[in-house]
């Protein structure tokens, strides 16, 4: 190839990627031409294929102003991105420097301006709310995790392209209900409206941390029975937080009686006499660890009808999708714990009704029954199909023929739910699932339903038998034609000590107990070095 070929060629393919790629941003056209001479006019070596080097020098090249234009454009959308900041900022703080020389306002009384939002039973009121720390504090204290992060209305001068005189946009928001007043308890504000605009708030941080504000006095310490190795560690444990760490413990009534039978030393170990005594360990106890297996976890969960203390699962059983730290390590785990901040995983429960055929209202029913993996409805012992229909907040959903139906929380989708179909969910993220148990239909898939929907499902009166209702694998109910099982998201859940953080002991947990996606390595289908 001639070398006026050459050169004619190169400057034409480098002219045509500044244009294209946005390069003329950075360097001038002059500069990039003659960068470009300067190349060209080197002496070419004479060999084959100096075609296919130019091609390979004009990807290159693509590339290059491929990386320069995204280069633009993130550091002008940073641009953007700090200009809106600061302008909200200037806004927000004008607005508070008026309501300070105006003082109190007719805002602050939101009460006349509540409205019934028309066709809509899932949102009952619309009403103007004023962003007060007074407000913030008071539904933080009662709800628990929120966030109140909301975009603030522009200026006039923020959309200059819109004509004066158009009217403003509606100020807005949306309150959390629902049709009971008993249900709606501790609801975490997700959505925030005002100004017209709707943003999603910030649930949570990307890691939950517990910080003691005092140093925890009290532990709980919960045990997997018929097992040596476990009363031996019991009584190693629970002398170590005695002596070094100077702590009061609990353990059950079962293993106190262990305990005093090696030894009358063990007589500062306190227990509870009744259920009734039970149902209030809550108030006394800073912390619960428990020696076993995920089944233990399911134990210690079930204790706890409302508020939970933080758990910390030792790994002593066969599965530990829940349990993360190490028995051989307890001292130096237990240490961090108690020292602090901890990571934790909070994981959702279930709260679960049966209502019997004849019952006048809900509230003749039996429970509430809370549930840490899942509720299952399964035929039993009959030979028939389960016949089960399925409503959500009394919309019908459908109707189940198979084996059975499991409603399963996130931390129970590695469980039953697993087996029978459905998917794997991180346990800190918020629903319910919906699997069919050997569903006689091949388009019926599993679902995953927010955590906010009210699940009935219903024994037709035709059905040809009964239903059963385990929870957690244990207290078995039977379910008779006409009965109901209602199930809702329990307003508690259970916080679980993390080894090192949500995500990454979920991650561990499917790789080592479910070796998930575990295979031989694809081998090698070219030339074997010698």
């Not at 679960?352 to 399964?378: A, Q």
């Not at 931390?411 to 069919?436: E, K, N």
């Not at 859940?493 to 031989?520: E, K, M, Y």
């Amino acid at each position: 190839m001639k070398r006026s070929n050459v050169n004619s060629t190169v400057q034409a393919n480098a002219h045509n990627l500044a244009q294209e790629n946005g390069v003329n941003d950075f360097l001038p056209l002059g500069n990039l031409e003659k960068a470009i001479k300067e190349i060209v006019e080197q002496p070419l070596p004479l060999v084959d294929g100096i075609e296919d080097q130019l091609v390979e020098f004009s990807e290159a090249m693509r590339t290059v102003g491929k990386v320069l234009r995204e280069a633009a454009e993130a550091k002008a959308a940073a641009q953007a991105e700090a200009t809106e900041w600061k302008h909200k900022y200037e806004l927000e703080r004008e607005k508070n420097l008026q309501l300070e020389q105006k003082g109190p306002t007719f805002a602050e009384n939101p009460g006349n301006f509540e409205q019934k939002v028309g066709g809509s039973d899932s949102i009952e009121h619309l009403a103007i709310e004023p962003e007060t720390g007074e407000k913030s504090q008071r539904c933080c204290g009662e709800n628990g995790i929120c966030s109140h992060e909301v975009l603030r209305d522009r200026g006039p001068d923020s959309y200059p392209n819109i004509h004066s005189k158009i009217t403003r946009k509606a100020s807005f928001k949306l309150k959390w209900c629902s049709k009971s007043k008993k249900d709606d308890q501790h609801k975490h504000d997700i959505v925030s409206f005002e100004k017209g605009n709707i943003t999603t708030a910030e649930r949570s941080s990307k890691q939950i941390s517990l910080k003691w504000e005092t140093p925890p006095q009290t532990v709980l310490i919960l045990t997997k029975p018929n097992s040596t190795s476990v009363k031996i560690l019991c009584a190693e444990m629970v002398s170590w937080l005695k002596e070094k760490r100077s702590m009061n413990i609990f353990v059950e009534p079962r293993v106190r009686n262990e305990l005093l039978e090696e030894s009358s030393y063990f007589n500062f170990a306190q227990s509870w006499i009744d259920d009734k005594e039970m149902w209030h360990l809550h108030e006394v106890v800073d912390l619960v660890v428990t020696l076993g297996g995920d089944g233990t976890v399911l134990w210690a969960a079930s204790k706890f009808k409302g508020p939970v203390p933080p758990i910390v699962p030792f790994s002593l059983g066969s599965l530990g999708f829940m349990t993360p730290f190490y028995s051989e390590r307890y001292k130096e785990c237990l240490k961090s714990i108690l020292e602090g901040p901890i990571s934790i995983t909070l994981r959702h429960r279930l709260q679960c009704h049966v209502i019997r055929e004849g019952s006048e209202n809900e509230n003749e029913n039996e429970g509430p029954i809370l549930v840490l993996n899942e509720v299952t409805i399964d035929r039993g012992i009959s030979s028939f199909l389960t016949n089960l229909e399925c409503y959500s907040d009394n919309s019908f959903v459908t109707t189940v023929q198979g084996d059975g139906l499991i409603l399963s929380t996130t931390s129970g989708s590695t469980a039953y739910s697993l087996a029978a179909g459905g998917s794997m969910v991180h346990p800190q993220v918020p629903g319910i699932l919906f699997t069919p148990i050997c569903p006689h239909s091949l388009s019926f898939r599993p679902l995953i339903l927010p955590e906010h929907v009210t699940l009935r499902i219903q024994v037709p009166l035709n059905s040809r038998g009964h239903a059963w209702a385990s929870f957690d694998g244990k207290d078995r109910k039977q379910l008779a034609p006409g009965d109901a099982l209602v199930c809702s998201m329990a307003a508690w859940p259970v916080p679980t000590a993390c080894r090192g953080d949500s995500t990454s002991d979920f991650l561990h947990s499917i790789h080592d107990g479910l070796h998930w996606n575990l295979r031989r390595t694809q081998s090698f289908d070219g030339p074997r070095e010698s």
